[in-house]
């Protein structure tokens, strides 16, 4: 081909002049034919097309995963940036590109940068489902002992560590969570910029919300210059610091290095979610037990006489409303830490006699019940260690089977866990939401045994079950003890922002549109904790309700966020 | 490869060794390893020289390949085979192994059987290759050639297997035949190979090659202008360089504070170690001599850290665009064979 260099490799020359001359040995005829059929099967006939699936048998991507790849392969050239939203399988992308390139011969040396909690997730991943031999990196030799290496991207960065990666030229780097590239002046930054890469994938579900600086950095890090220089970057398509402007010339310039499907593009179907509140009556006992904590509390957290932090207060506010023993933890520490005369000892141990008289639990009762009424698989959450321990026993002396689940277990343990709920137990008891990676699709019934107080961790919870791969319509059922704060909290935020109805990762644009997970808490700390009366309470989450309702109503004018992602 | 095929070319493999198979179910298949299989296949590089140092007997491995794993029963270990199987790979590669030169000659009935006289026919030297050419730009394709090359009268036949496997073919020469001369060396016969795959090429379609370069010059241009740019507008304020250096000394000092690596372990086996062994090598000479070692706690140095210039970032990312898109050629062998025929091939595709 004219101009196009040809290497003609001759290194078979000799040995095969040398069996001539000795006339052997040879090998046999069968093998030599193996031989070819094995280079027919595996020879790319196509420049375009998709090999990879070919070689894996057992994986089924969904129609916009292999899109992607092939958008990237094609359009993008091995440089893009991945920032489909949460729960769309980004791995999944990341996985057929790197498969692809690896089957045609033209990837072999891989490095994968991840946070340090997810190295072995991404290790586990890419054996299981690619076939592709990754390790996760432990020992200096294994920068280049392996071809595929996951590591934590600030390992990597310390010496010794950033001289052999700095060193070695790789065919691809991938980073995920790559929004925490967003600053250029950081170390993990520069560092990521002085490794050599042919190829190179930046997955982040959150590129959008940044600031326009942060975006602009993202894309200098692939392909330095593509949106030119920060000063014309500048002049041509920023207004403000979250507000762009020439849309659609922005938006076509970082449609070339990005690929950001959603939820709503259609095409993937999520199930529903059915949300029910149970209301629960708490017995005269219980009632006063509720009323004696929640008047502690507050007139500690007002006078500050007991020295008590605020947190501990907060904490065991919420604690009165998932459980008697989670809050008599509490109760029995604070007991424990004031000196030996203080006068409040002994109206925490009025509190704590409140609770010796309780013989009821009102909330497992209902729980219990529910268990039955279902008769399938259930995932209970609650905050509170405490609580998970007494449910197990209770559930266990009404014939249930359960196992906990923390986040202090060791990923093995979650594995194993899992695996128990999935073949053994009816009933997952969880203080976390299990964090990623922990797949419980298998379950469609959850349980929120408390509320948590950051509409957050709500989603997080419900995300462990309605996401890719759940086929069945997903029940929320959220347990209201009647005339307390939860039911404040659930009746006025969760329903009247239509929290649980939210499409999966419609949240986090609002949470994040609004700056509100942090502030939205304290508020609510504030309002419960300063409120004179439940009256007073009702109404200031009311009006908060509205205001978000109102925020999420109205469309931000031209925001980056419009022009990346239409 | 479907499964069925799958299955017939492990079959195959197999056989060619007489590897002893212990069960042969419609899903699944049991064998007992023979040596040259195991040492291809079997992941064992450190039993293999321990048994051939020591001269102890050995435990042929036992396997058993799934080729609907779905359909096993119950207690049954069993790995899944398929096209993209680790293992599938490796048998790939042992077929390549061991099946990379041959030597056959054709089998015909003696054209002139008259009882007595004893009239011997001759068979003519064809060299066989077979070739991958890969044209690889960011994407890649590869072109499977198959070369007869006439070593008695120089000339070049296309899709030479297809007609090979149409011959009876036998490692023996038959009684009454003789081979003629080869009148080219083998040299002459790459020589001529060469000429005709650059003659092929240059028949193919060009517009990924010129599609390539254009998308390198573009990729080049806007680069070269970033860079222009950056150059001319960020002449960095002394402040500002302080400042920069400032908040890495301090990320240095955090990351002063972690613990230093941990020491290096002894590695597995690799290609070159095999190659090493098979040489006569000590085990323990090989892990001294290519260990990685590591780095002693006095030389490493968070402080050394230095950000590249904006020309060596320059540079780094030419060289970078470079090597992603510039469009170029590999040509390998596949394998190749000696093949004495009485047949003649027809001229073949023309190209």
Known sequence: MPNVPVSFDTHWINPLTERMHEDGPWDKWELFKLALEAEEAMAVRDFDQLQCLKYLPQLTPYPHQMETAERVLNDMRGRAILADEVGLGKTIEAGLIMKEYMVRGLAKKILILVPASLVIQW?????????????????????????????????????PHRRHVTDIEYDMLIIDEAHKLKNKRTRNYQFVKEVRKKYCLLLTATPIQNEMDELYNLINLLKPGHLGHTSSFASNYVEGKRQAKNNDALRTEIEKVMIRNKRSDGGIHFTSRRVQSIPISLTAEEMDLYAGVTRFVRDQYRSGAGGFNSLALITLQREVCSSKEASFMTLYNMHQRLSEDSPLRQEIMELVELIKRIDTHSKAAKTVELIQQINDKVIIFTEYRATQNYLQKYLHDHGITSVPFRGGFKRSKKDWMTDLFQNRAQVLIATEAGGEGINLQFCNQVINYDMPWNPMRVEQRIGRVHRLGQKRDVHIYNLSTVGTIEEHILNLLYEKIDLFEMVIGELDDIVERLSLSQSLEESLVQIIMDSRSSGEMALKLDNMGQAIRAIRQTKPSPSLAEAADQ | MQQEQVRQFVERYLASFSAHIVESHPDYLTVKLPVEIDKDIGNRPFYWSWVEKMNLAYQPLVLTFAFHPDRMPDGLRAEYIHLGAGRMQQIF?????????????????????????????????WLGLNLKISLLCDKKRDILMYLGINLHEPRIVHDFTSFLFRLPLSPAIPDYFYTLDRRITLSQAVHMTQQEVSRVLDLEDQSWA??????????????????????????????????????IKETVEAMEQVEAAP??????GTASFDEYRSSGGRILDFLRANGIPMTPREEINQQEWKKSTPQEERQRRMDELTWQYEPRIDVNLINAGLFYLHSTPGLGRIL
């Open chain 2, 93 to 125: 590669a042992s077929t390549k192994k061991h099946g990379q030169f041959v030597c056959m000659y054709e089998q015909t009935k003696s054209v002139w059987p008259s009882s007595g006289t004893r009239r011997s026919t001759p068979l003519v030297p």
């Open chain 1, 123 to 159: 290790t586990k991943e890419l054996n299981q489902k690619f076939g592709i031999p990754a390790v996760a990196q432990k020992k200096e030799y294994m920068w280049r002992q392996h071809d595929v290496v996951v590591a934590s991207i600030d390992t990597a960065k310390r010496d």
């Open chain 2, 210 to 247: 010129s599609e390539a370069r254009s998308r390198l010059d573009e990729e080049l241009a806007i680069l070269q202008a970033y860079y222009d740019e950056l150059a001319l507008r960020e002449q960095p304020a002394e402040e500002e360089i302080e400042k920069e250096e400032n908040e």
């Open chain 2, 263 to 268: 020491p290096v372990e002894e590695q597995d």
